[in-house]
């Protein structure tokens, strides 16, 4: 995005001070509808994350879904184990740039990184088993609050699973590095020490997408490879398609493994739904009636038949969970493929709670 770009969307700069109290520092990151900025809370003399919202994406002129469910979330049960693994909306306020824009602000605790960034202190970019099984025992717990209290995430990927900051001192550090090195990362500077990795904790951030149980901010959700299979499709679908977007994420981070790619060479490689479906099929299918009678009619008539097989399925090599997850072996590798088959059900109402799948072998054993 271009500085006028940026200009115009974030009419904002280092060392303003917004809402009477937090003094920007930095900006950490910006999206498509929003950018981040690192602050220090002069009332509290703490750190804090602002994220500023674009005015011609909500105009800021009503209560939207990323400003009201946060609000819910924050006060829905904070006993809950999950509330410390998801991010906690701190303040929220609207700030009107020289042009008149309104711009909704929230406020919470800064992160070190994203999944993205964290994977690379590992070789390979691939998380450890025993790390992997803590972030997913978080992430799970996270989902168990949300889904209690009427909310559906619909957006989780890397890019939206954040480490906490271990100690706030380090914010400190990075910032004194920075003015030499404005390469520096803060998720950098979050371990002193490898052996402290296993201490990870993170929470589920941005619900800019997410919905209500009961009322949905749109129906096309998810990111496109990882979307369940009624999304797809075009049916009904509730909190469960957050279960299948987590499973088919598990593989990713913990062995790099891209569980569906849309793709055959057959038609040169471009993603198609057809192919997506037909990797699913394979994998776990079939696909029940009852969820191709209640899809988009179009789309399910153009790839199913009358007998709900998939028309002129292409031939692909064998699809083999085993052969896949390479990092893993012995009851290690058997435990895991039984979570994800458990979260990777075609049916979503056989696919296993966020509760229950806290309880599966490979998150309670090692």
Known sequence: MSDASNAEFYPVSIGQVLHHRYRLLQRLGSGRYSAVYLARDQKESSYKAIKILRP?????????????????????????????????????????????????????????????????????????????????????????????????????????????VRDPSIIDRYLKDSLSNPAANLGEYNFDDISELIHTEVVLCDWGSSSWVRKHLTEMIQPRLLRAPEVILGAPWGKEVDIWNLGALLPELLDTVQMFSGKATVTGGVYHIKHHIEEIDALFGPFPSEMLANGNSKLVERIFDNDCKIRDCTKRPPAMLERWIQCLDGPEKTNFLSLIRSMLIIDPKERKTALALQRASWLTTG
């Not at 105009?59 to 946060?70: A, Q, R, S, V, W």
């Not at 602000?105 to 590992?122: Q, R």
């Open 56 to 164: 011609d994406c909500y105009n800021g002129k009503h209560d939207l879904f990323e400003l009201e469910i946060p609000r819910h979330l924050r006060r829905a049960n904070p006993d809950h184990p999950g509330y410390q693994h998801i991010t906690i909306l701190l303040d929220d306020f609207i700030h009107i740039g020289q042009s008149g824009n309104r711009h909704v602000c929230l406020v919470m605790e800064p992160m070190a990184e994203d999944m993205k960034g964290f994977s690379f202190f590992f070789d390979g970019a691939k998380i450890p088993n025993l790390i992997m099984k803590r972030i997913t025992r978080q992430l799970l717990s996270a989902l168990e609050y949300a889904h209690a209290s009427g909310v559906i995430h619909s957006d989780i990927k890397q890019d939206n699973i954040m480490v906490k």
